[in-house]
Each structure stands twice: as structure tokens, then as C-alpha cells.
């Protein structure tokens, strides 16, 4: 009974939280009316025109490697890949469908309505022409400026702390002290290693063996005298 009232339990829970999550995914779930609005301040402000060039330098890559591994078939490769990347090319509505969702979520219709509206005039039209020129210009006086306090925040400073610094020199960070123990008298130095033994002189080499001499053969006998003749 216990282990039912266990997995009954269980289930319950698992039933809220997939009304929340369905509640959730409700939620996030846009109209017609907000993906047309949508779609509409995309238009104004360009923004998914950085993504034109995604497709056309896939295939320029994909070419570049398949020409590398097979040069004798440079003009079929590049028909080929191109024929597949405008098979593909449909799909970039795709993305514009995502950005709009994503901008439908982000803002209201009215909002959004609102964007276009703006955007669509010449102030917003030049705001979009200028606007890369501006954060660069932004971008340096933001540097120049940058340096400027660093530079008079150092030398104003420095100014200010020179008579502090002066009257109270700048004293080295406090070392903990170290146990009692450790405060006694040094310990002593360890002796110098001991020098290797000397290897042993070598050894004399064994006298080379002599076959033992031979005894000298016997002096020949004289040969005897000749007889008298008589």
C-alpha cells in the first residue's frame, strides 16, 4: 500500500509539472498578428541582412576543400556544389521565421509597430546608414577619454598620497611569526654529502702464459778422426 501511495504521488507531481510546462509553452506561443508585426520591424531595421553571405561562403569553403583533394575536377565540383546550395537556398526563411519569432517574444505589437514606424522614416533610415560609423567614432572617443582619467586619476593621486606616504613610509606586509617551536635554535646544517669512494685502481693485467722452452737439442757429435794409413 505504502509503494501505490509512493508512485500515486509521483504521478501527481509529474501531472502539475507537465500543466506548468504546458502553461509555459503556451506562454511563449505568438499570433499571426505579432509574427506579422514582427516581421515587418526586421524589415525596417535589417537585421538579419549580416546573414546574407552565410550560404554563399559555406559553398565557396566546401569547393575549396573538395578542389584541394581532387584538382582534376575543379569544373564539376563547383557546378555541383553550386547547384546544391541553391536547393538549400530556400531555407533561409527558415531564419527569418526564427528572428521574428524571437522579436515577436521580445516586444509587444504595438511596440513593434512602433519600430517600423520609426525606422521606416529618413531619421531612422539614416540612424541605420550611420550607425556602424558612429560606434567606431564612439568607440575612439571612448579611448581618448579612458586614457585621460587614468592619466589625471594617477597624477592627482599620487599627488595627494606623496606627503601621506612621506610622513608614514610604506612599511613591509607583517609575516606571521612562527610557532615556538620552530623559533628555537637553527637547525643544525646537514653534513656535506660524502664524497664518492674512489673506484679501486685497476687491477694489473695477468701475465701473458709462455709455453714452457724447449731444452736445446744436443751439440752434434764431432765426426772421428781418419785412420792412419800405414
Known amino acids: 500500500m505504502i509503494r501505490f501511495a509512493v508512485l500515486g504521488r509521483a504521478a501527481a507531481v509529474a501531472i502539475l509539472f507537465s500543466g506548468a510546462f504546458t502553461v509555459s509553452a503556451r506562454a511563449q506561443e505568438v499570433s499571426e498578428a505579432q509574427l506579422a508585426a514582427a516581421r515587418d520591424a526586421i524589415a525596417s531595421l535589417n537585421v538579419t541582412d549580416r546573414y546574407d553571405n552565410i550560404l554563399p561562403n559555406l559553398a565557396e569553403r566546401l569547393k575549396a576543400q573538395f578542389i584541394q583533394a581532387s584538382p582534376?575536377?575543379?569544373g564539376q565540383i563547383s557546378n555541383v556544389v553550386d547547384e546544391q546550395a541553391l536547393v538549400l537556398a530556400p531555407r533561409r526563411a527558415d531564419l527569418e521565421k526564427e528572428a521574428a519569432t524571437i522579436y515577436a517574444k521580445?516586444?509587444?505589437v504595438d511596440e513593434l509597430k512602433s519600430i517600423s514606424t520609426f525606422f521606416n522614416?529618413?531619421?531612422g533610415k539614416k540612424l541605420l546608414t550611420n550607425q556602424p560609423l558612429v560606434s567606431r567614432e564612439l568607440t575612439k572617443a571612448a579611448e581618448i577619454w579612458a586614457n585621460g582619467v587614468s592619466r589625471d586619476l594617477t597624477n592627482q593621486s599620487s599627488e595627494k598620497l606623496r606627503g601621506i606616504?612621506?610622513?608614514n613610509p610604506i612599511k613591509p606586509?607583517?609575516?606571521d611569526p612562527a610557532p615556538a617551536e620552530a623559533q628555537a635554535a637553527?637547525?643544525?646544517?646537514k653534513p656535506a654529502p660524502a664524497k664518492p669512494a674512489a673506484a679501486p685502481a685497476a687491477k694489473p693485467a695477468a701475465p701473458a702464459a709462455t709455453a714452457p722452452a724447449k731444452p736445446a737439442a744436443p751439440a752434434a757429435k764431432p765426426a772421428p778422426a781418419p785412420a792412419p794409413k800405414p
Open 173 to 175: 606586509p607583517v609575516v
Open 165 to 167: 606616504i612621506d610622513a
Open 186 to 189: 637553527p637547525a643544525p646544517a
Open 72 to 74: 582534376n575536377f575543379q
Open 121 to 123: 522614416t529618413e531619421t
Open 106 to 108: 521580445s516586444f509587444s
